[in-house]
């Protein structure tokens, strides 16, 4: 997947794995059969893809988040529902709550953007308070999206982030025991994009402008780890445009990090990814050259700048 490494990196996986209170993903058929579900979405809302129901509204995705030493059951329900709008589509978040023996309403929004791009649903918060995020569709590159996060709580859904994005997750970064926002976001001066962290003040998200020593690390193994694998396999050509974002990124996080003989370094070995004077006989193959050495400019113009740290 093109965008893979630097949109959800190696370690995506990290919210299945680390943090238990997870939303599980629930079969959009499923979520219809819930008491009450149906009667809070739009009229005549069936699940299944869009263009099976042009005319219809389609719940498409749904997120459950249980809890196994609680009641049994939802704590919450979010659901993505496509409805017809002139010819085209319109997302709609919805997120429900048990009262009694049904769901109820806790939160209905609608977007513009025609689709979603992400939704995650979890105890992210310190103490546990559930969380609900979406990225919506519609941004100018293919995974670019506005990304809005809620607080969910007794005292009703807040509003804790909103901002353009390419991609995000929630990870227990520094080992705090709760949550932070991951996020990537689109980078004015760069191909590639690095992530930045957002911890809860109350129910709001700030940037954590602190150093991340042991997420840093972990993200230069993954690193490693792509570029090894590469270089093992002795293929002939240029690297994939995947391993071109990661060797960048590489020496991007360590520049971050004001490591910058080793940014250097990084720089340099990205640009000897890509063999010199390569015969190329399809168009396609043309067009993925350029991109490739798109990033090779950028890592060039990097290590110029980091000339001076060069290890000697």
């Given at each position: 997947?093109?965008?893979?490494?630097?949109?959800?990196?190696?370690?995506?996986?990290?919210?299945?794995?680390?943090?238990?209170?997870?939303?599980?993903?629930?079969?959009?058929?499923?979520?219809?059969?819930?008491?009450?579900?149906?009667?809070?979405?739009?009229?005549?809302?069936?699940?299944?893809?869009?263009?099976?129901?042009?005319?219809?509204?389609?719940?498409?995705?749904?997120?459950?988040?249980?809890?196994?030493?609680?009641?049994?059951?939802?704590?919450?329900?979010?659901?993505?529902?496509?409805?017809?709008?002139?010819?085209?589509?319109?997302?709609?978040?919805?997120?429900?709550?048990?009262?009694?023996?049904?769901?109820?309403?806790?939160?209905?929004?609608?977007?513009?953007?025609?689709?979603?791009?992400?939704?995650?649903?979890?105890?992210?918060?310190?103490?546990?308070?559930?969380?609900?995020?979406?990225?919506?569709?519609?941004?100018?590159?293919?995974?670019?999206?506005?990304?809005?996060?809620?607080?969910?709580?007794?005292?009703?859904?807040?509003?804790?982030?909103?901002?353009?994005?390419?991609?995000?997750?929630?990870?227990?970064?520094?080992?705090?025991?709760?949550?932070?926002?991951?996020?990537?976001?689109?980078?004015?001066?760069?191909?590639?994009?690095?992530?930045?962290?957002?911890?809860?003040?109350?129910?709001?998200?700030?940037?954590?402008?602190?150093?991340?020593?042991?997420?840093?690390?972990?993200?230069?193994?993954?690193?490693?780890?792509?570029?090894?694998?590469?270089?093992?396999?002795?293929?002939?050509?240029?690297?994939?445009?995947?391993?071109?974002?990661?060797?960048?990124?590489?020496?991007?996080?360590?520049?971050?990090?004001?490591?910058?003989?080793?940014?250097?370094?990084?720089?340099?070995?990205?640009?000897?990814?890509?063999?010199?004077?390569?015969?190329?006989?399809?168009?396609?193959?043309?067009?993925?050259?350029?991109?490739?050495?798109?990033?090779?400019v950028e890592a060039r113009r990097r290590a110029t700048v980091l000339y001076g740290f060069r290890p000697r």
């Open positions: 997947m093109l965008r893979a490494v630097h949109r959800l990196p190696l370690f995506a996986l990290a919210c299945a794995l680390s943090l238990p209170a997870c939303g599980a993903e629930l079969l959009p058929a499923q979520a219809l059969l819930l008491p009450g579900v149906a009667g809070l979405l739009p009229k005549g809302t069936v699940a299944g893809l869009p263009e099976e129901h042009p005319d219809k509204p389609v719940l498409t995705r749904s997120v459950m988040l249980t809890s196994a030493t609680t009641r049994p059951g939802p704590l919450r329900l979010a659901l993505v529902v496509l409805e017809p709008a002139g010819g085209s589509r319109r997302a709609r978040l919805l997120a429900m709550r048990p009262r009694g023996s049904k769901m109820v309403s806790e939160l209905d929004v609608t977007s513009e953007a025609p689709d979603f791009l992400d939704l995650r649903l979890g105890a992210f918060r310190p103490g546990g308070g559930a969380v609900l995020g979406v990225q919506w569709a519609g941004g100018p590159g293919p995974h670019e999206g506005l990304l809005q996060i809620w607080a969910l709580g007794d005292d009703g859904p807040i509003e804790s982030f909103h901002s353009n994005a390419e991609g995000f997750y929630f990870e227990d970064v520094d080992g705090s025991g709760h949550a932070q926002l991951v996020l990537y976001a689109p980078e004015a001066d760069s191909l590639v994009f690095l992530p930045r962290v957002f911890d809860w003040q109350g129910n709001r998200l700030v940037e954590s402008k602190g150093r991340h020593d042991r997420f840093d690390k972990r993200l230069l193994a993954d690193y490693d780890e792509v570029l090894d694998s590469w270089r093992a396999a002795a293929q002939p050509g240029d690297p994939p445009r995947m391993v071109m974002d990661v060797a960048l990124q590489k020496g991007r996080l360590l520049e971050r990090r004001s490591e910058k003989a080793a940014a250097f370094n990084a720089y340099e070995q990205a640009i000897d990814l890509v063999p010199d004077n390569l015969e190329l006989a399809e168009e396609r193959q043309a067009y993925q050259r350029r991109e490739v050495l798109e990033r090779v």
